[in-house]
């Protein structure tokens, strides 16, 4: 079974830092593409970041230049680093994986969220 645990989550003052981690474990092929998605009281889930298997990245607008993802191979572990954090960016942020169970059978995996409030 394929679990996803995301970590470093809590209370921030703006302008702070924080670095959410996800680790996979599970028996698993290869890891695929990992990101961090984050959905505000009220709002729907939206995308913040990705990076694929060869390491390029993707971040959605507002948090371009602020937030950094990064992945360790070895590991099966996916990071965020949040700086500079604003009230906005108040949400519950979760780990997504998509893994291949074996050659050609992909399924995607979702952690089950870690909060993260900015104060202002």
């Known amino acids: 079974q394929v679990q996803l645990v995301e970590s470093g989550g809590g209370l921030v003052q703006a302008g702070k830092s924080l670095r959410l981690s996800c680790a996979v474990s599970g028996i698993i092929y290869s890891i695929d593409a990992m990101g961090w998605y984050r959905q505000a009281p009220g709002k729907q889930r939206e995308l913040v970041a990705t990076?694929?298997?060869?390491?390029?990245?993707y971040y959605a607008d507002s948090v371009k230049g602020r937030f950094t993802i990064s992945r360790d191979n070895a590991d099966n572990t996916v990071y965020l680093q949040m700086n500079s954090l604003k009230p906005e960016d108040t949400a519950v942020y979760y780990c997504?994986?998509?893994?291949?169970?074996?050659?050609?059978?992909?399924?995607?995996?979702w952690g089950k969220g870690t909060l993260v409030t900015v104060s202002s």
């Open positions: 997504n994986a998509v893994c291949a169970l074996r050659p050609g059978l992909r399924r995607d995996y």
């Open positions: 990076i694929p298997s060869d390491g390029g990245t």
